[in-house]
């Protein structure tokens, strides 16, 4: 099986834009996490979406969007980019809920904000 | 807030010795625990996983963990270290979503 695909993998961007990135997950896995990877914050949930709803919300403002679409497929956007939006958004598909909810990372995406 | 302390930011070893990571996991039902390896630029790779049973869990690449209930621990270990297990390490919770420790970065010298 292939595994979690992230794209871009690079991305720069100035301050003000938005950006979207995107996550293909593991076939058969229904659920897509999302977390940013920071320096000083270390690694932060962002969001999960299982069957195109969100199921769960990390402690970040309204800029950082998120959706999937039917294939689990799913995109995150961050509006009116800030500096410190500047880090490694790392994607992570599973399978579902409980034991069965090991999750399974992509190589991330690396945004810089100028 | 349930969290995961992992007390050493940075371990320097040598080729060949032995390694111990420590992870703490603040009290709670049973937990699910996992250790993740990162290299430079990459993603989380899975090391191992706790969810029940048998404390000492073996993963891949020659690591192992011991889940102590009495002392909040999950601990990494590897009896011989090679070099291409430089990387930062990352001990994680489960519950809705995965709670990361701060990492421990390894670096192995010759």
């Known amino acids: 099986k292939a595994g979690v695909t992230q794209t871009p993998r690079y991305l720069i961007k100035t301050r003000g834009q938005q950006v979207t990135l995107s996550c293909s997950p593991i076939s058969g896995h229904r659920s897509v996490s999302w977390y940013q990877q920071t320096p000083g914050q270390g690694l932060q949930f962002l969001f999960e979406?299982?069957?195109?709803?969100?199921?769960n919300k990390g402690n970040f403002p309204g800029r950082f969007s998120g959706r999937q679409f039917s294939n689990s497929r799913s995109e995150m956007n961050v509006s009116t980019l800030e500096l410190g939006d500047s880090a490694l958004y790392l994607c992570?598909?599973?399978f579902g809920q409980g034991k069965w909810n090991e999750q399974f990372f992509g190589p991330g995406t690396r945004l810089t904000v100028l | 807030a349930q969290s995961v302390t992992q007390p050493d930011i940075h371990i320097t070893v040598s080729e060949g010795a032995s390694l111990e990571l420590r992870c703490n996991y603040s009290?709670?039902?049973?937990?699910?625990l996992f250790w993740y390896v990162q290299s430079p630029g990459q993603g989380l790779q899975l090391l191992l996983k706790y969810f029940s049973g048998d404390t000492l869990v073996q993963g891949i690449k020659g690591f192992e963990a011991e889940f102590k209930r009495s002392q909040s621990s999950f601990n990494l270990r590897k009896p011989s270290v090679h070099w291409s297990d430089a990387a930062e390490y990352f001990c994680a919770r489960l519950d809705y979503k995965l709670s990361f420790g701060a990492g421990t970065t390894v670096t192995v010298r010759a």
């Open positions: 979406y299982f069957s195109e709803t969100q199921r």
């Open positions: 992570a598909s599973s």
């Open positions: 009290y709670g039902a049973t937990p699910y």
